[in-house]
């Protein structure tokens, strides 16, 4: 699997890629390039209107991000193992109690250990939102550039 992707080191994956990876082996290999899972059925992807927040934490993608509300179909509820590469760049939290009570990773930055990076994010379902949420549009832009 460590083939994939370009030159750059630039691999883009979206939630598809976890869940035709059911085996600990894929698993594996998607923690070490991310630094964190979704796992179907244990974690959570609820449509909702959600409040995103940015951490106050020092990273590039956060420059001039600001904190949004959209109706999303957010991917939630990550295994977040301790990994002193990972950065939580945002956190949020559903409107509906149902959805989650508490503010939560939403998205994170990862510095592998081979000296690639990644940047994971779980709430771009919908693109009209990247028409009508600067500060979204924003983070995206960071995260890719």
Same mark, same amino acid.
């Not at 883009?12 to 976890?18: C, E, I, K, M, V």
């Not at 630094?35 to 940015?54: E, K, T």
């Not at 990862?110 to 693109?127: E, I, Q």
């Given at each position: 699997? +460590? /083939?994939?992707?370009?030159?750059?080191?630039?691999?883009?994956? *979206?939630?598809? /890629?976890?869940?035709? !990876?059911?085996? +600990?082996?894929?698993?594996?290999?998607?923690?070490?390039?991310?630094?964190?899972?979704?796992?179907? %059925?244990?974690?959570?992807?609820? !449509?909702?209107?959600?409040?995103? +927040?940015?951490?106050?934490?020092? =990273?590039?993608?956060?420059?001039? !991000?600001?904190?949004?509300?959209? @109706?999303?179909?957010? %991917?939630? @509820?990550?295994?977040?193992?301790?990994?002193?590469?990972?950065?939580?760049?945002?956190?949020? #939290?559903? /409107?509906?109690? #149902?959805?989650?009570?508490?503010?939560?990773?939403? &998205?994170?930055? %990862?510095?592998?250990?081979?000296?690639?990076? &990644?940047? !994971?994010?779980?709430? /771009?379902?919908? =693109? $009209?939102?990247? =028409?009508?949420? $600067?500060? %979204?549009?924003?983070?995206?832009? *960071?995260?890719?550039?």
């Amino acid at each position: 699997m +460590r /083939a994939w992707g370009t030159p750059n080191g630039w691999t883009p994956f *979206n939630s598809t /890629a976890l869940r035709i !990876v059911p085996r +600990r082996a894929g698993r594996t290999a998607l923690l070490d390039w991310f630094g964190g899972l979704w796992i179907p %059925y244990a974690s959570h992807n609820p !449509v909702d209107q959600w409040s995103v +927040r940015p951490l106050a934490v020092p =990273h590039p993608i956060l420059n001039g !991000v600001t904190p949004w509300d959209y @109706r999303e179909e957010m %991917y939630s @509820r990550y295994f977040l193992f301790d990994n002193p590469g990972r950065t939580e760049l945002l956190e949020a #939290k559903p /409107a509906d109690p #149902k959805n989650g009570l508490a503010w939560g990773p939403v &998205s994170w930055a %990862y510095a592998r250990t081979d000296g690639g990076r &990644s940047f !994971v994010w779980g709430g /771009a379902d919908f =693109h $009209d939102n990247l =028409h009508s949420v $600067d500060s %979204y549009r924003r983070y995206l832009l *960071n995260g890719i550039a």
